[in-house]
């Protein structure tokens, strides 16, 4: 599909959406006099991450004490038939990202309530979900609709009927999404955002997250080294980080 068609479908696909018109709004500035804001400190941040930065494998055993080798084997089935609805899936989306680096923040802040930004196959909801069913908790997500590729319908399409019990997820842009969360549920043992890339976004959703985050939580972000948005978020708050590298990207996590 060529960049104009799919930027066309894109616009009549929002008009038709009156709840998505803030967002519809939001865009329009994000991509014309905001443009610059995307990469904001993109410099700054790689190299501040890349001098820190350790393997998942590292992390997990540094913040939660925990050996993260058995999730492959524990979990190989339900990793295998996601892979398989994955692939037979008629539209595209990201793969999975650092889902031992979820699954044992979970694990490590015996979650019963869980929020993550950004769904897309629904990856990361599995890995959430595959220790709060343990729990009988809840994971509470945010996704916009896949609007360009008809893809609506997909949003989550490797997570298992059987979880899906656990799960609320919410369809607007996270602007709308999160306030009727935290009306939901108030408080998070872990924090997940994989969402809105561009630095305002992301700055305006870290202060929602963190204050709806408790004590001894887990504080995961994707993509940080897109713009400096996380590191500035850390450093003025005085949050010591640790940064994973992960398939040439950068995740940062904290325990609150
Ligand atoms: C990288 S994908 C998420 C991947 C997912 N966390 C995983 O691990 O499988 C990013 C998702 O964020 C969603 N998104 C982008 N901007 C958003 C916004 N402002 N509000 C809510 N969702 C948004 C997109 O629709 C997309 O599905």
Redesign the pocket.
């Known amino acids: 599909m060529s960049e104009i068609v799919r930027v066309l479908k894109t616009f009549v696909a929002y008009l038709k959406r009156p709840d998505l018109y803030p967002?519809l709004g939001r865009k329009i500035v994000k991509n014309t006099v905001n443009r610059g804001n995307a990469f904001k400190g993109k410099e700054k941040t790689n190299s501040w991450a890349s001098s820190r930065s350790i393997s998942q494998q590292e992390a997990i055993a540094k913040l939660f004490g925990a050996d993260s080798s058995p999730f492959r084997s524990a979990f190989s089935d339900v990793l295998k038939q996601s892979e398989q609805k994955e692939r037979a899936c008629p539209i595209k989306?990201?793969g999975?990202?650092a889902l031992e680096l979820i699954y044992y923040s979970c694990e490590f802040a015996n979650a019963k309530n869980v929020v993550?930004?950004?769904?897309?196959?629904?990856?990361?909801s599995l890995a959430a979900l595959l220790s709060l069913e343990k729990r009988e908790g809840t994971l509470y997500s945010?996704?916009?609709p896949?609007l360009a590729q008809d893809g609506d319908q997909y949003?989550g399409f490797v997570v298992p009927e059987n979880l899906k019990r656990f799960w609320k997820l919410f369809r607007f842009?996270?602007?709308e999404?999160l306030p009727k969360i935290f009306a939901d549920n108030e408080t998070f043992d872990v924090v997940h955002y994989?969402?809105?890339k561009s630095y305002n976004?992301r700055l305006w959703a870290y202060h929602e997250l963190y204050k709806h985050l408790r004590k001894g939580g887990v504080f995961i972000s994707?993509d940080i080294g897109d713009n400096s948005a996380y590191q500035d978020f850390c450093e003025a708050s005085a949050i010591d980080t640790v940064v994973v590298e992960y398939e040439g990207k950068y995740i940062g996590v904290f325990v609150k």
């Open positions: 967002e989306m990201g999975p990202g993550e930004t950004g769904v897309a196959y629904g990856w990361s945010s996704d916009m896949y949003v842009a996270d602007k999404s994989d969402s809105d976004g994707d």
